[in-house]
C-alpha cells in the first residue's frame, strides 16, 4: 500500500545551525526558510536525490513539535512520510487493521499542499508516520 518515501522530518532547537550543516557540512541543497503558521512550524527542504528532508523548528506556543524538543532539545527525527495513491483508502485499511489514526481522522492539507494524515507511533515501531496522498 505505502509508496515511496516522501520525505523524513527532524525537529531542530535552532533553525538557522541547521540549515548550516545540511548546507555547508553534508553539502546538500538547502531552501529559503518558510513560515507555516497552520501547522506551527518553520520548516527548510533540504533535497536529495531519491527523498527530502524537512527540519522542522517550532513556530508560536501551540507548535506541534515544542513537547517533542523539550523531550529531546539537541532536535530528533520527528517522523517518516509515506506516499500513498488513496489516503481515504488507506486509512480505513488502516483502521480495519487496528492502527490509530490521530486527529479526528480525516486529511488535512499538509506542508506540500496534499491530503496528510498522521499514524500513532506505538502502532508503527515507535515512530510518527504521516501518510500523504500523491
Ligand atoms: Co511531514
Known amino acids: 500500500m505505502i509508496g515511496r ?3 523524513v522530518a527532524i525537529a531542530v532547537p535552532d533553525l538557522t545551525a541547521a ?3 545540511y548546507r555547508d557540512t553534508l553539502g546538500a ?5 518558510q513560515a507555516l503558521p497552520e501547522h506551527g512550524v518553520m520548516v527548510v ?4 536525490p531519491n527523498t527530502k528532508i524537512e527540519l522542522l523548528e ?3 506556543t501551540s507548535s506541534p513539535i515544542a513537547k517533542f ?3 529531546n532539545p539537541s532536535g530528533g527525527m520527528h517522523h517518516v512520510c509515506y506516499e500513498v495513491d488513496d489516503i481515504l483508502a488507506a486509512r480505513d485499511r488502516l483502521k480495519a487493521a487496528g492502527a490509530r489514526v490521530l ?7 499538509g506542508a506540500h499542499g496534499k491530503p496528510v494524515l498522521f499514524l ?7 515512530t510518527l508516520v504521516e501518510i500523504e496522498q500523491v
Open 45 to 48: 527542504f533540504v533535497e536529495l
Open 69 to 71: 524538543l523539550e523531550n
Open 120 to 126: 500513532h507511533p506505538k502502532d508503527f515501531c515507535g
Open 5 to 7: 518515501l516522501n520525505h
Open 29 to 33: 541543497k538547502v531552501s529559503e526558510p
Open 103 to 109: 486527529g479526528d481522522g480525516e486529511p488535512k492539507i
Open 19 to 21: 540549515a548550516r550543516t
Open 58 to 60: 517550532p513556530l508560536g
